[in-house]
Structures are given as structure tokens and as C-alpha cells.
């Protein structure tokens, strides 16, 4: 159990078989940043279509995942949020 690496975004990519990998930067009260490696989820959300099939749709959003429970939206690309 001591011998666990942190994965690089470019690791993380390799491991997931291409899923898209994303970085989270936080700056600290002191000025300092901290890092996040995660991975490019899509938001979705849930359609009923006439025979009352519930089916799931992307939103075309994208938040990066980093595992701690919580959908960072992306703000690259001036803003708009996408992988």
C-alpha cells in the first residue's frame, strides 16, 4: 500500500483507455495553488419520451471529477464549459 504513485493527467488518459483527463488548480489562502488530476465526465439528464421510456441525454456540459464527490465545472475555452 505504500508504493501507490499519483497519476499525471497524461497517465490518467493512458489508464482510462483515452477518457479525456482534466486538471482542477485552486488557489490557497496563503497564494499558493493546488492540483487535481481528474477525469472529463459529461453531465447528463433524463428524458421521458411518449411511450414513458426514461432515457438519459447529454447537456452538453462537462465537469471534471477528481473524486471527491463534487462536479468542478470546466471554465477553459473562454468559459464554456466542455472537454
Given at each position: 500500500m505504500k508504493n501507490f504513485k499519483k497519476l499525471s493527467r497524461e497517465e490518467?488518459?493512458?489508464?482510462?483507455?483515452?477518457i479525456k483527463a482534466c486538471t482542477l488548480t485552486v488557489k490557497q489562502s496563503?497564494?499558493?495553488?493546488?492540483?487535481?488530476?481528474g477525469t472529463c465526465k459529461f453531465?447528463?439528464?433524463?428524458?421521458?419520451?411518449?411511450?414513458g421510456h426514461v432515457y438519459p441525454?447529454?447537456?452538453?456540459?462537462?465537469?471534471?471529477d477528481t473524486g471527491d464527490g463534487v462536479s468542478h465545472t470546466l471554465t477553459?475555452?473562454?468559459?464554456r464549459s466542455r472537454c
Open positions: 490518467l488518459k493512458s489508464v482510462f483507455g483515452g496563503d497564494g499558493s495553488y493546488i492540483t487535481y488530476n453531465e447528463m439528464a433524463f428524458e421521458v419520451d411518449a411511450l441525454v447529454s447537456t452538453g456540459n462537462s465537469f471534471c477553459s475555452n473562454g468559459g
